[in-house]
């Protein structure tokens, strides 16, 4: 809805690969966004192939709205919000010939998403697991899920500041130790707004 200038680099994304390449091994690193099929095909395809070489496997959570070769992914979730059914069919049917594996999350309770985003209209997501999944935007890592990091913190700067001081970022070189210890290392800020939103 609203591109920003400043997409996570490449760099980022391999700083993130190495600094992660003895957690949790041999596990799917999903790309989502936004809409990842909307990234630079280049750069999608240079992404797909550096965390292939760490070690991990791809997945993508996407809304179909552009076919790429399905060789890059070793997962896709084709994410239905009932206005891009038509998007979704090319998807399904190649996947199908493909063999991949994949799944579809339906989430046409959206109704009209163009609505939704005219408006800013949200569904206020509901966390399930702190720390299921880690979220990488730009250089910070968000303890909780895609979801919940698009919908509250990352346009909230006292939440992004205290993870980045708290030493929540790509560029602690201790980065695993302060997920790991994820109980003494996040901030009381996250705690605060992660109650008031959840």
């Known amino acids: 809805m609203n591109p920003e200038p400043d997409e996570t680099s490449t760099d980022d994304i391999i700083l993130f690969l190495d600094r992660f390449k003895d957690y949790e091994p041999n596990s799917t690193i999903i790309i989502t966004g936004g809409e990842p099929t909307m990234i630079d095909v280049d750069k999608l395809r240079t992404i797909c192939e550096l965390i292939h070489m760490s070690g991990h496997k791809v997945g993508m959570l996407t809304n179909g709205?552009?076919?790429?070769?399905?060789e890059w992914f070793d997962y896709v979730n084709l994410d239905n919000h009932g206005v891009n059914a038509k998007d979704l069919v090319k998807w399904r049917i190649a996947l199908k010939e493909s063999g991949r594996w994949y799944e579809e999350t339906d989430k046409?309770?959206?109704q009209d998403m163009r609505y939704a985003m005219k408006n800013n209209v949200t569904q206020g997501f509901r966390c399930n697991s702190l720390m299921q999944p880690l979220t990488l935007w730009k250089d910070v890592i968000y303890p909780c899920?895609?979801?919940m990091c698009v919908e509250w913190w990352i346009d909230n700067y006292e939440v992004t500041r205290?993870?980045?001081e708290a030493g929540w970022t790509i560029h602690n070189p201790e980065i695993v130790y302060t997920v790991t210890n994820w109980r003494e290392t996040l901030p009381s800020e996250f705690y605060r707004l992660c109650t008031i939103k959840c």
């Open 65 to 70: 709205y552009i076919l790429h070769p399905l």
């Open 108 to 110: 046409t309770y959206h």
């Open 145 to 147: 899920c895609n979801a």
């Open 162 to 164: 205290a993870l980045y």
